[in-house]
């Protein structure tokens, strides 16, 4: 009782410091057991037999009961749909983050429907692209070009990033591999900074296979990574008693976003849904599911 009731005070705490307004523990309390029926409405629901564009990550917060405290993975992942709309499919935690997590998550949205993903966006965690493809066979796997970014910065003083810059931001394939291998001359001091583009540039490449729209929604994992910045501000006490206590919290701030969604489309989306229609490697999976 008192673990539940320390999770009630830091929700209520939590409501006040990005509102401004305070809510009882009772209420607290009486709103979240009527959101547990709702939730596992929300997780067995069916998904869209296809997303456009999906992009996964992974956050951690504590779980904490009157025994221990642990680190819990958050396992989420965002859709667009062919429509331009964005849509979370379900939450998943786990003690750890892991391939074989990321494959059983991969399978369940299968079994929930999911026939097609066009193109999937993640941060390089190692086996996840494997576990993708292993399920969906035909899914463009997008390493993030962000993460590579902070990746090799590291090992590079600031005076130097201009040449990064231009291999990441060419206006064509020729132009980048052109930047590439002057790249790699100018940083030849810079060993780590270079294996982290030479490992992963073939994901650098494939971004020019498609148009300047497309190529500008699958080069980076942001989009999810914002809504982990948001579910940080509803977790950041880190007082959860149990996995459900913490499932509430989150999806309490889905429905949030949802409604901030439902305002405004992605930018730029009839574009990208043109540029998709006339790919001639996609435009039969796009036209079959919007037949």
Not at 168 to 175: D, N
Not at 228 to 254: D, M, Q, W
Request: proline share 2%.
């Amino acid at each position: 009782m008192y673990a539940s009731r320390m999770s009630q005070r830091d929700i209520s705490s939590t409501i006040e410091d990005i509102y401004g307004f305070s809510v009882s523990h009772e209420m607290i309390s009486v709103i979240t057991h009527h959101v547990l029926p709702e939730l596992e409405e929300w997780q067995t629901r069916p998904l869209s037999s296809y997303y456009a564009f999906v992009f996964v990550d992974c956050m951690f917060t504590t779980i904490r009961n009157q025994y221990e405290s642990k680190k819990y993975a958050i396992y989420t992942i965002l859709g667009y749909t062919m429509e331009g709309r964005k849509e979370i499919l379900d939450l998943w935690l786990n003690e750890t983050e892991s391939k074989h997590k990321w494959m059983q998550i991969f399978d369940e949205i299968k079994a929930k429907g999911v026939e097609d993903i066009f193109f999937l966006s993640m941060d390089g965690v190692s086996g996840l692209e494997e576990g993708a493809k292993a399920i969906f066979p035909q899914v463009i796997v997008q390493r993030c070009i962000v993460h590579l970014i902070r990746n090799s910065i590291k090992y590079v003083p600031s005076k130097d990033y201009k040449a990064l810059r231009k291999v990441y931001s060419a206006p064509s394939l020729k132009a980048c591999q052109s930047a590439f291998e002057s790249f790699k001359q100018q940083w030849a001091v810079y060993l780590g900074a270079i294996d982290v583009w030479v490992r992963n540039f073939h994901h650098v490449e494939q971004l020019f296979d498609y148009g300047s729209a497309i190529r500008k929604i699958m080069y980076t994992t942001n989009a999810v990574e914002s809504i982990h910045s948001s579910f940080r501000k509803v977790t950041k006490k880190g007082a959860f008693p149990n996995e459900n206590a913490l499932l509430k919290v989150l999806y309490l701030r889905i429905k949030e976003l949802e409604t901030k969604w439902d305002s405004g489309g992605i930018q730029n989306w009839v574009m990208v849904r043109n540029q998709l229609l006339l790919h001639d490697e996609l435009k039969d999976r796009v036209s079959k599911y919007l037949e």
